[in-house]
């Protein structure tokens, strides 16, 4: 099999496996280098001290995969149903939380990819990730022609709008490259003026630290009483940037079951939420992305 084929026989399985997009990229990050070390010095990365701690590796990824060659970024679609509006004792989920821990469901598929490739490619070296490597996923998913960055940071697709999980595949193969999409918001600053914490401070510049999803997932401890305010009748996670962007109005529904709302997602009555202990609450998120912030986070963001 030569470059190639090889890459068109690796973008078939993906998408056997379930993945909308797939579109490979070289190996270099290039000028995004720039923009993370900027964003890391304007502090906007709050208490996500993992970049810092891992800069050198972000920036040569061969850190990360020896010999690495090629990414091959994957997106999987994740819209499921229309958000509900939240009545009296109940309050927002954003949407990438109503069903199963996405990480489990990518984890899984990508683990089957990898193993497709070394079937294919015995010699080769492969590594898979989503969300916790030190890989600028939507840097690369840009390049590797899957939709522009958005002016909310989103990479966003034609077709899927934002409502994307992204993923890649670290390789040592040389693979056929895609071009890079071209942005395409326009004059549009519709989730510019949406996002209810002022977070996102110019065009693709994020302030974590004004994030709702960041002071409801991420952030652990005390929200500023400032900020408490901002995430008013959000439990976890925010997607007003997403709701507010015209690419997101008419995206097809995801084939994937895990990623329906499970029973009371949306919205979440609080009460409910409130009667459960340590023990309940684990046995019922324990494989949500609601576990990242344990019942004390979510504690802490029902009582705003
Ligand atoms: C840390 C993190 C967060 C942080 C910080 C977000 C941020 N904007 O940086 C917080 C907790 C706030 C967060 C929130 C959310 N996140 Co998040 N998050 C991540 C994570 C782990 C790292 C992101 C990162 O590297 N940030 C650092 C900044 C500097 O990088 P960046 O956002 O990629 O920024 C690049 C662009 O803005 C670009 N850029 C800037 N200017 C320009 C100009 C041009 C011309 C171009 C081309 C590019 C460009 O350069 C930057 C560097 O490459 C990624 C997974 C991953 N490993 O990539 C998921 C990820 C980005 N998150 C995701 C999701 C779903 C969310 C939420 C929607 C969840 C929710 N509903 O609450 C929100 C959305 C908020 C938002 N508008 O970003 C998805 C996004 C999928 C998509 N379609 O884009 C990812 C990719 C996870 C995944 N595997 O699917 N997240």
């Known amino acids: 099999m030569n470059d190639i084929e090889f890459t068109h026989a690796l973008k078939d399985e993906a998408r056997r496996l379930g993945f909308e997009l797939v579109g490979a990229a070289p190996a270099a990050v290039g000028p995004a280098m720039e923009r993370l070390k900027s964003w890391l010095a304007e502090g906007f990365a709050g208490r996500m001290g993992y970049f810092a701690d891992r800069l050198d590796a972000y920036g040569r990824l061969e850190l990360v995969l020896d010999g690495v060659r090629s990414v091959l970024m994957l997106g999987m679609n994740y819209r499921t149903v229309e958000p ?3 009545g009296p004792g109940q309050l927002r989920v954003s949407r990438y939380a109503w069903g199963g821990d996405y990480h489990e469901l990518i984890r899984d598929r990508l683990h089957r990819l990898a193993d497709f490739h070394r079937r294919c490619k015995p010699q080769a ?14 840097h690369f998913a840009q390049q590797a ?5 958005g002016k909310n940071t989103m990479l966003i697709n034609e077709t899927f709008g934002s409502w994307i999980f992204l993923a890649g595949l670290l390789t040592t193969e040389p693979l056929a490259f895609d071009r890079p999409v071209e942005d395409r918001c326009g004059s549009c600053r519709q989730c510019l003026d949406a996002c ?3 977070a996102l401070v110019g065009s693709r510049r994020l302030d974590a ?3 709702v999803s960041y002071l409801t997932v991420e952030l652990r401890g005390p929200i500023d009483p400032e900020l408490r305010r901002v ?6 996670g925010c997607d007003a940037c997403q709701e507010a962007c015209p ?19 949306n919205p979440v009555d609080w009460s409910a939420m ?17 576990w990242r912030a344990r019942r004390e986070g979510i504690l802490r963001n029902a009582s705003l």
């Open 125 to 138: 070296g492969v590594r898979t990730v989503v969300d916790t490597a030190p890989l600028l996923e939507r």
């Open 145 to 149: 022609g899957l939709g522009w960055i």
């Open 196 to 198: 209810p914490g002022g």
């Open 84 to 86: 509900i509006e939240p």
């Open 247 to 265: 690419w997101n109005r008419q995206t097809p529904v995801s084939r994937e079951p895990v990623f329906r709302p499970g029973e009371g997602m």
């Open 209 to 211: 630290r004004r994030c």
């Open 231 to 236: 995430c008013d009748g959000r439990l976890f």
């Open 274 to 290: 409130a009667a459960m202990d340590d023990e309940s609450f684990r046995r019922r998120f324990r494989h949500t992305p609601l």
